[in-house]
Structures are given as C-alpha cells and as structure tokens.
C-alpha cells in the first residue's frame, strides 16, 4: 500500500508504465491490436479488466451436464464425421462413460479433421446446448489430454477482445504483465494513501487487480460476478474517486468564471406568463424561482432540470430565455435529435413571436446559404435565440451575446461537450449560464453524483387534468383489433402513433419495417390519414411530417423510435408499440410519454410477440400497473440488475470502466470525502488519479 508521505512523489516518477514490447511475443502488430483496446504500457493491460469469468477447475461429468451450462468436460472420441446438411460441419462424439455430447464445428481445417479420430481423448470447454440427438458443444476450445494434465487452479478471466487478438493470447499477455509488475513495483504507483480508503477496502492497488485477473480458489465466483468481491469495489472506488475529482474540479474553475447577472424586468416573462392557457404547477413555480435566482447571480448558473415525460420542462426554459432576452442576451437551446430540435423551434417559435422575438434555427443538415445567414445574424447578435442540434457546438458558431444555453436530455450529449459550451459566451469575457433539462428519472443522490458539477431542480408534479394513460398489453395475433381501435379513434378526431421499434440491430432494417407498416396500415384503413417518419429522412421531409401530424392534417403517425423523446402533439391520444416485448422500461415510459399530454383520456397498447420470457412478461406488466417514471425506474433496477439500468450513456457521467453508479451507490459518500482530502493532501497523486481513469477528457480541467 502507498506510504502517505512518498504518495505525491510516486505520483510525480509515474508516466513511465513499463513497455509493452518488454513482453514475450508482442512485436509491432500486436503492440497495434493492443493499442486499439487502449493498451500503449505495461500498466495498461492490467487495468483491461475481465468482463467475466468461467469456472474451468473442475471436469463435469457429460451425464450430469444441462443445456445452458459451460463446463469443462473429458471423453475419448467415438466417431467423427463431416456431414452437409444445410451447412458443412465437422461433428464428433465424444463420451466419458457416464454420457456423451458432441462438439460441432462449421470452421475446421483439414488439420483438426485428421487430428480429431476416434480413440483420442480430449479436454473441452463450451456452452451445451440442445442438438438434434442429445447435447452439443459448438465449436468449443479443447485439447487433447494425457492422463495426468491437471486442470485450471483459478477461475479463468474472459476479457473484451479485438480482432485478431483472442482470449488465450491476452491471458497470457496479462498474466505475464502480471509477473513482471510484481517483481518491480515502480511500473504500477499507487496513489490512494490508504486512510482515503473505507477500511472493508484496504488492499493495494496491485492485489486489487491480480485478485480480478488470477482470482485465488478461494475466491467464490457469485462475489466476482455480482461484483461485491471488495477487490472490484476497492477498484471501483478509486475509479469514483478520480470522476469525483475531475468533476469537482471542472466545477470550481466553471463557478470561478463570470456570468452576467440577469435580474430582468419582466417586460417579456409576465405577457408571457399571461398569455398562457394555464398557469404554472406549483413545481413550476418552485423551480421557475431556483432559476431565477440563479441567473440573478454573477456566478454561472449550471442546474439540470429533471422531470418525469409531459411535466412541462420546456415552459422553464422558455422563462429562464425570456430573462435572458430581457437583459438584451443571447439564447440557444439544443437538442440531441433533428426532431426534437424541431419540436423546441415550434414551441418556442409559438411562445415568442407574440412577444416579438425571432427565434433562429441551425442544423447540420440545412442548406449552406440559410445557414451562412444564420451564422451571420448570430455573430451579429439579430437573432436573440437560435434552437438547434449539436451543429451549435461547432467552432464556427460565434455569438455576440450568449448569455444562456439551454440543452434538453443532456446525457446523449455527455458532460465533456457540454462544459465546451462555456467556451461560446463571449460577451465581455462572461461565460454562458447553463440550464440542463432531462427525463430520464434518476434519484437524487444518484443525480447529485452523476451530476457531481450540477444543481439539480425536479419537477416532481404533473399538469392538473392528466389521466394516467392507460395501458394494455395484447398479442400480436390481435392485431385487427388493435386496427379497428385506431379507425374508432382517429374517427373521433384524436390522431395516433404507432411505433415500430428496432427488431434487428439495423437503422436500415428498422426504416424498413416502419415502411411496411405504414403501407399496410395505409391499406387496410383507406379513409385515415397516414403519415412516416424514420430517421433516415432528411430533414426538411421530417419537419412537414411532423408539422402535418401536429396540424392534425396527418391522423396516424407510424414511426420507429425517433420520436421517443420530447415529441409534444397533445391532440394524439392513442399509442401503439409494436414488438413492445423487445423493449427496455424506460424506453416504453418516454414513448408513451408521448401521449396522455392533452385532457383527454389517452391510452396505450403494447403488441408483443409471445412466448414472452419472464422479464418481459414482467415489463409489460409494470407498464399496465403504473404511469409514474421514478416508480418505473425503480423496477428497472429490480429487474434488470443495477449495472444496466445508468449506462454512461443514461447518466452523463463520463466512461466508467468499472465503477457501477447504482451498483456502488454506497460508496459515494465516503469518496466525496476522499476527494476533498486529496485535493487539500495529495494534489499531485489527485491529478495522476485522474489522468489514470478519466484520461484525455481531463484536459480540460486545469488542476
Ligand atoms: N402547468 C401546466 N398546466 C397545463 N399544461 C401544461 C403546464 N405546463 C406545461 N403544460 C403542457 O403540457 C405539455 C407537456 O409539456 P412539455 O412539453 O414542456 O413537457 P416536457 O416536460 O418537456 O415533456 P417531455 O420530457 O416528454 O418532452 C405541453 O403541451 C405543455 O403546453
């Protein structure tokens, strides 16, 4: 363990790592695979952390062997053959007198089909499944045995591979780099000194890692799988720990900048505010004032706005804008998708031409000449908002004026570019101010540290007069009836979605399926108006759809996910998802999120294909019990585990590679403690932390 004293002097001597080529058999090729799994040193290919691990200690008997199970298994061949049915392959049956299976092969060479004869006994490692007569291993690894070969002492580490680079090869890679650490422990510092540790997870960085790589027999596989094995966790706090500094930090140079203050006068936020058909929800209100008093500030406001789909978000970012305009400001509000972007240009289009405030609209797809002239007025400050996508993060975006940014659904945007943005203020040196708006429900001490550089205001209310949707769950061979449903509706003058999500793991095979759909529907219900949209339309015909379905003029709206979020046509009261079966619960929330926005009792039904597993069956099952996001999200986590439910990609926070935020949730306090203690102790092992775990992105944060 790291000696408090010599911490900041390790940290100084470190860099060097070790060189990858000191190892046995890595040339420059391989240093090339190795590099594209970021593997440049020694070091590194010990933080390549194993995915799982596979029992390999102990041969199974082939009698007692299930389908699903991977085993280790031994036999003498029996019979070998290459058979053509459909497709070539090489089987051989292999038995151990208390059963038999028989490992198939589609690739083989002629090689492994003179070797593989009958009389030869051999050592196998696969997954069995069901083959046409009895169990079958698919291409497994295997060797052949003598009699006394011993099998694996250890758990055997599967780690993420790359082309050309299989597993065999990066254990022996590691497990070398192992060995070669172990004998001179200057190649790996260790720069937690260990009081910053809870004291359960008092181990060196070193042990930590060879228990991950090499665990000892002792070590029972259900802790390394489920990742309570304290050797991951001492990991998983470092790694923490090294978000915690990096985000604390981006946070004190942000807070140490200056924004303009905007107190504002109400001129444009009071007709505003009365020229709406309803006035604000008490949450509204509570979180109107949070952002007021914040802009009202010289410090730069950074506040993520969360609320469950339909809580009425956009309003406040239309308030805080209409303060930012009063003050004679720039604002630009940006979404993560072409749609979306749309839909802010629409309402905020809608909202401040009354007042008399163009709004301008930049994008990455719009032709050079509009968006020249947009630039221009930008730069000249005539355009007092401009909505768009990530096309405003460009370089050439320049603002006169920028005093507010206002980003919907930050987490598809990530906190690095975001922290870019402040780079845009440019009026007398002040930096923007910041508004974040999200539905994604996350509870809040998990927002706070996810958001570690944030301030968090919830909308934890609804608009009053919103029934929950109500939501049904049908099999797809009742489909004519949930046709007939959306005939009776769209006859009553309520419009409808129906969502054709991914099936296969292709945009192009989604598009396609929606195209079908459409058509079909089309056929079968000749008097209704149907409209498409996929994201491989461009823009301009994504934009007359989606204003022809808003003006009604469209009556049933077939769609693949690109209208998961944000889309806001309160008039549709009716929502169909096709293969609802194949989707995640949050996704099923923001989809049918998007109706139920209007007064009138909307309703929801999920088509799926059966036989339904039993997490499936229990997500559909949730969707009919219950509207609310934060409960939804709570399932989630019960169903699926807590290691998928805040992917990076759902929480903002930058890559974790270890570190599980719900997972390890109960370490957060004590590394928000060991972060302000480094800073203040160990300045220099805080910055080598960092620059270990967080890496490149870290740049921008000047320690
Ligand atoms: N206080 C309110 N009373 C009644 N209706 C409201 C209120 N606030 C907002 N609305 C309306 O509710 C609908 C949803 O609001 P908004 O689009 O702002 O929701 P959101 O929180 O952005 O939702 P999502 O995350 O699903 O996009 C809009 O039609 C909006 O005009």
Not at 354 to 371: E, F, M, N, T, Y
Not at 630 to 641: C, V
Not at 657 to 669: F, G, V, Y
Request: with cysteine; charged share 25%.
């Amino acid at each position: 363990m790291a000696d408090e004293r010599a911490v900041n002097t390790v940290a100084a001597e470190m860099e060097e790592g070790g060189r990858l080529t000191e190892l046995k058999g890595v040339g420059p090729k391989l240093a090339e695979r190795l590099q594209k799994l970021g593997i440049e040193r020694l070091q590194d290919l010990l933080f390549h952390l194993p995915m799982r691990w596979e029992d390999r200690t102990r041969v199974v008997p082939m009698g007692s062997l299930r389908p699903g199970d991977r085993a280790v298994v031994e036999g003498t061949i029996q019979h070998a053959e290459t058979v053509f049915r459909r497709r070539r392959s090489l089987l051989v049956s292999l038995s151990d007198g208390s059963g038999a299976v028989t490992l198939r092969f589609f690739h083989f060479s002629r090689a492994q089909q003179e070797n593989l004869k009958r009389g030869v006994k051999l050592r196998c490692y696969g997954e069995a499944r069901r083959g046409r007569v009895g169990l079958e291993l698919v291409h497994p690894e295997y060797r052949r045995v003598s009699d006394d070969m011993p099998v694996e002492e250890t758990l055997t580490p599967v780690y993420p591979a790359t082309e050309g680079l299989q597993q065999a090869r990066l254990r022996d890679l590691i497990n070398q780099a192992l060995d070669r650490i172990q004998k001179d422990a200057a190649l790996l510092a260790d720069y937690l000194p260990p009081a910053t540790l809870p004291e359960a997870l008092r181990m060196d960085l070193f042990g930590a890692l060879d228990t991950l790589h090499r665990p000892p027999p002792s070590v029972a596989m259900e802790a390394l799988m489920e990742g309570s094995h304290p050797a991951r966790r001492r990991l998983a706090f470092e790694e923490l720990l090294a978000h915690r500094l990096s985000l604390r930090l981006a946070r004190a140079r942000f807070r140490e900048d200056l924004a303009r203050p905007l107190p504002g006068d109400d001129r444009l936020v009071r007709p505003f505010l009365e020229s709406l058909a309803f006035s604000l929800t008490g949450a509204q209100q509570r979180v109107r004032e949070e952002v007021f008093r914040d802009l009202e500030g010289e410090a730069p406001m950074l506040r993520l706005v969360q609320g469950d789909v339909g809580s009425g978000k956009t309003v406040i970012a239309v308030l805080a804008a209409l303060r930012a305009v009063e003050a004679g400001g720039q604002v630009a509000v940006m979404a993560p998708t072409e749609i979306l972007a749309e839909q802010h240009l629409g309402n905020f289009t809608e909202w401040l031409k009354p007042l008399g405030i163009r709004v301008g609209w930049l994008s990455g797809k719009q032709a050079s000449a509009d968006r020249r002239w947009t630039l221009k007025a930008i730069a000249h400050g005539e355009l007092p908002v401009v909505v768009g996508t990530h096309a405003l993060f460009q370089e050439q975006v320049r603002f006169r004026d920028l005093a507010l940014a206002v980003v919907d659904e930050q987490h598809r945007f990530g906190v690095h570019q975001r922290l870019a943005l402040r780079e845009k203020g440019e009026g007398e040196g002040r930096r923007p101010h910041q508004l974040i708006m999200t539905a994604t429900p996350i509870p809040r001490t998990l927002a706070m540290t996810a958001y570690a550089d944030l301030d968090v205001s919830v909308i934890d209310e609804l608009p009053p007069g919103r029934e929950p949707v109500k939501t049904v769950a049908l099999s797809e061979t009742r489909r004519s009836e949930v046709v007939a449903r959306v005939a009776e509706a769209c006859g009553a003058g309520r419009q409808v979605y129906w969502v054709c999500p991914l099936v296969e793991e292709s945009d192009v095979l989604q598009c396609q399926a929606a195209e079908d759909s459409a058509r079909v529907l089309a056929e079968a219900l000749p008097d209704i108006s149907v409209g498409l949209i996929h994201g491989r339309m461009k823009a301009e015909d994504k934009e007359s759809v989606m204003a022809r379905f808003k003006a009604g003029e469209i009556q049933l709206l077939v769609a693949t996910t690109v209208i998961e979020v944000g889309v806001n046509v309160p008039n549709a009261s009716l929502m169909i998802i096709e293969n609802a079966e194949r989707l995640g619960l949050s996704q099923l929330h923001q989809l049918r999120g998007r109706v139920g926005r209007g007064s009138t009792a909307s309703s929801c039904v999920l088509l799926y294909r059966g036989p339904l597993n039993e997490i499936a069956r229990a997500r559909l099952q949730i969707m009919r019990e219950t509207n609310d996001g934060f409960q939804i999200a709570r399932r989630d986590l019960e169903l699926r585990g807590p290691g998928e439910v805040l992917g990076t990609r759902q929480t903002g926070a930058a890559d974790l590679r270890i570190a599980d935020l719900m997972r390890d949730n109960d370490l957060l306090p004590e590394v928000a403690k060991a972060a302000e203690a480094m800073l203040q102790k160990y300045p220099e092992a805080a910055e080598a932390l960092m620059r270990r775990w967080v890496g490149e992105s870290s740049r921008y944060v000047s320690v």
